[in-house]
């Protein structure tokens, strides 16, 4: 084992921090471990981010047997591991770090192609990259990922928080995606090979009014209309929402949240385009909207009792979601959300957007895609009912100002129910 950083602990160097911990330890330095079985690739780790010692404390360890000795010795943020090693193999050293230290980055480095890794369980990595990868996408993609955790300070349900099981699928298409010239007709050949995903696909570009007045006939079609910057959020969208159907979510009706998902992400959409922001603003807000209320999937299955006492009081004393979750559980749906999403390697807009969305001041001068977001949500409550019992948002006087006020909010009105959207067992608010 070696150590790149300064000697440990009393020698660290000054430099980048991690968010304090729920038990106000204080701030510390990030610790990366990176494992690979072989002593030249170590090497070569060590010297590619040798300059990530102003920030993180860096281990390496030659197996995984080491490197969980060496986790079990001193908790660590993130980890980096080969895939094919002697004895237990990355996947399996990730399990047992998924089981043992929840709350770790896991990141899969292989240098084998996707057609050799087709097959292979990696559901315990949070991301993977091929051999070689951009030093600099890496880090970056760890340095987002160890963030995301300051959207969940508490340690308890950090620890709590898997990765749900998601498709071969969505795997592959990020690994394609992580090419310097991603292949959209790649990635429209792998949906179409999956025919509930395909049908999935032609139905959400439908829902989301993405291509209106156009008629989709193939999978191919909805995939190249979605694009290269929207393909990967829709399907993680579908898919999270296929899992948590078939593991049974029992505070909420799972077709009226999906539905609002859908028609928020449209609305939003509408509203980047209004406000004229660039192409891909206009996507993230889109994608951003798509997967604003994942994080009420994950909580429903973490914390099932509370969930429902949550939606008891809130059908009762009719008041917004997550007032009642901060109250019940010190967070917030968007919060897990946004953590999720980090993990996964989703865009930082995209993952600040699903973190803010119920913020009652924007964070930013101007108009940004999170602002879409939030009046995308307002609107669609707004429009259309759930629940006669839920109280519907409305928006606060900062982001109303910044706006231009109740006439603007009136127009993106006009233009919402104009945009044809609806659901079966959703009524439109005033009807």
């Known amino acids: ?42 090497m070569g780790l060590k010297r590619i981010f040798h300059h990530m010692a102003q920030k993180w404390d860096m281990l390496f360890a030659s197996g995984a047997q080491e490197a969980l000795a060496l986790m079990a010795a001193r908790p660590v943020d993130a980890i980096v591991t080969d895939l094919t090693m002697p004895g237990l193999d990355g ?8 089981r043992e230290h929840p709350d770790a980055v896991r990141v899969l480095l292989s240098g084998y192609s996707e057609e050799e890794l087709l097959g292979r369980a990696l559901a315990p990595a949070h991301q993977f990259f091929a051999k070689p990868c951009d030093e600099r996408r890496l880090a970056n993609a760890l340095e987002e990922a160890m ?12 620890e709590k928080i898997g990765l749900p099981l998601l498709p071969e699928v969505l795997r592959r298409i990020a690994f394609e995606l992580d090419n310097d010239a991603p292949d959209i007709e790649e990635i429209a050949a792998l949906v179409t090979a999956d025919s509930a995903l395909a049908e999935a696909v032609l139905e959400l570009v439908d829902g989301t009014r993405l291509c209106a007045g156009r008629t989709l006939e193939t999978p191919r079609q909805a995939v190249l209309a979605l694009g290269i910057e929207i393909v990967q959020p829709a ?21 009226k949240l999906k539905a609002h998902c859908l028609r928020s992400a449209g609305i939003a959409r509408a ?27 994950l909580l429903d299955v973490l914390y099932a009792s509370e969930c429902q006492e ?33 993990l996964l390697g989703l865009p930082q807009p995209v993952v600040r957007a699903v973190a803010r969305h119920h913020a009652h001041s924007p964070e930013q001068k101007g108009f940004h895609a999170e ?7 307002v609107l669609d409550h707004g429009l259309f009912v759930f629940n006669e019992c839920y109280a519907r948002p409305e928006p606060d006087p900062l982001r109303l100002a910044g706006i231009g006020g109740d006439e603007r909010l009136g127009r993106w009105r ?18």
């Open 371 to 377: 602002d879409a977001v939030y009046f995308a949500n």
């Open 310 to 342: 949550i939606m008891e009081a809130v059908r009762a004393d009719n008041r917004r979601v997550s007032e009642v979750e901060a109250e019940h559980l010190g967070l917030t749906h968007a919060q897990v959300g946004a953590y999720l999403l980090g």
């Open 235 to 255: 399907v993680l969208f579908l898919s999270l929402f296929s899992r948590f159907e078939a593991g049974g979510v029992r505070s909420y009706a799972l077709p």
């Open 271 to 297: 509203i980047a385009l209004d406000m004229g922001l660039a192409g891909a603003a206009v996507d993230c807000a889109y994608s951003a909207a798509l997967l604003h209320d994942t994080g009420k999937l």
């Open 91 to 98: 996947t399996e050293l990730l399990r047992r770090t998924l």
């Open 147 to 158: 963030d995301a955790r300051a959207y969940v300070t508490n340690s308890l349900v950090l």
């Open 1 to 42: 084992m070696s150590e790149v950083g300064g000697p440990a602990p009393a020698g660290l160097c000054s430099g980048g921090q991690a968010p304090a911990t729920a038990e106000g330890q204080g701030a510390r330095r990030r610790v990366v471990l990176f494992v690979d079985d072989e002593p030249i690739v170590l």
């Open 414 to 431: 006009k233009v919402v129910l104009g945009l044809g959207l609806g659901h079966a067992g959703v009524n439109r608010a005033g009807a």
